[in-house]
């Protein structure tokens, strides 16, 4: 009787221990990508129009709330707690089209359809390669294509763009793919100045 007596209250301490380690280890945190580019100077009147983004396609490997890091040449661990806060489809067309804004000197920029907006670019972004490196880098590859809805002339390119990571933590990352994405979004823009500028 003595024994049960003092085994009950060490198992109810052990399920409090085992239940407060859960309760503190099981704390996710969220992070999200910025638009980050800023004005080149360039004249504000080339893009001559709406600009719509997408659709935006991700490689399977990360497309998923959890971080996705490098661990090795052939490796990867998936971050069960340090999630991306919205889909990386979704995140990336909004960080292109918010950075487009600042580029483009225009407010004409989006990432779906809306009432009385009839772009005049359409831009649509493979992103074949965004790979989380912790406390080193963040690297994306992206083939992009823009279509100009007059004439349905297009221009296709390829970005690379290998952003160093200041730091060990995950918002350091999230910022170095931020980064990156400006690169992206600098030479979407490029491209439609180049293609406004032609003469019809």
């Not at 052990?14 to 638009?35: I, N, W």
């Not at 995140?91 to 089209?97: T, Y």
């Not at 952003?163 to 600098?186: C, I, N, P």
């Amino acid at each position: 009787m003595t024994g049960a007596r003092i085994a009950r209250p060490i198992a109810i301490a052990l399920l409090v221990a085992v239940t407060a380690s859960c309760s503190t280890t099981a704390t996710s945190r969220f992070y999200t990508l910025e638009s980050t580019a800023t004005a080149d100077g360039a004249s504000s009147s080339s893009a001559q129009g709406p600009v719509m983004i997408g659709p935006v396609t991700i490689p399977a490997a990360v497309d998923r709330p959890e971080f996705v890091v490098q661990v090795a040449p052939n490796r990867v661990e998936v971050e069960e707690f340090n999630r991306w806060v919205a889909p990386l489809s979704d995140a990336i067309a909004r960080v292109v089209s918010g950075n487009l804004v600042v580029i483009l000197g225009t407010p004409n920029v989006a990432t779906a359809p809306l009432a009385n907006f009839n772009p005049s670019y359409l831009v649509t972004i493979d992103i074949q390669r965004f790979d989380s490196i912790r406390g080193q880098a963040a690297v994306l590859e992206a083939v992009w294509t823009v279509r100009k809805t007059a004439g349905n002339e297009t221009r296709s390119s390829r970005t690379v763009a290998r952003e160093t990571v200041q730091g060990d933590g995950f918002d350091t990352l999230a910022a170095a793919h931020s980064r990156a994405l400006a690169k992206l979004s600098s030479d979407i823009g490029t491209a439609i100045r180049a293609e406004a500028e032609q003469k019809p």
